[in-house]
């Protein structure tokens, strides 16, 4: 089963659900406005990748909270990651051990056809 962690409004996450019902996947979305994460699974996340992938910079919640002028190292950037999901990178995919963060058609074709 495809894991989608997101929320359902993105564009991003909106061109992932639309591939996998194009190609009819199964999958079971995560909506971060409903269902908060914990930090226990951003941990488990960054074993498998690094913070500066999984953490969105360019976001609207990252200037909303105006993060820039803090200069965040990675443990603090961990900390804002459990308290606002919304500045996770989205979406994020759980798929056979595998994490995919962000939309690629192309590397999507790859892994999941």
Same mark, same amino acid.
């Given at each position: 089963?495809?894991e /989608?962690y997101? #929320?359902?409004? &993105?564009? *991003? /996450?909106?061109? !992932?659900? !639309? ?6 996947l199964? =999958? ?7 269902? !908060?994460? +914990? &930090? ?10 690094? #913070?500066?992938?999984?953490?969105? *910079?360019? *976001?609207?919640? =990252?200037?909303? @909270? !105006? ?13 804002? @990651? &459990? ?11 759980? =798929?056979?051990?595998?994490?995919i ?8 074709? +790859?892994?999941?056809?």
């Amino acid at each position: 089963m495809i894991e /989608v962690y997101g #929320i359902k409004n &993105c564009d *991003s /996450v909106k061109k !992932a659900l !639309a591939f996998f019902k194009k190609h009819h996947l199964p =999958y079971v979305l995560h909506d971060f406005k409903t269902q !908060a994460l +914990g &930090c226990d699974k951003i941990d488990l996340w960054l074993q498998q990748t690094e #913070i500066k992938k999984l953490f969105n *910079s360019k *976001s609207t919640t =990252y200037r909303t @909270l !105006a993060l820039k002028d803090k200069n965040l190292d990675e443990k603090e950037m961990m900390q804002w @990651l &459990c308290k606002e999901n919304l500045l996770i990178k989205r979406p994020v995919i759980e =798929y056979n051990n595998k994490l995919i963060v962000g939309f690629n058609e192309t590397d999507y074709e +790859g892994e999941f056809l």
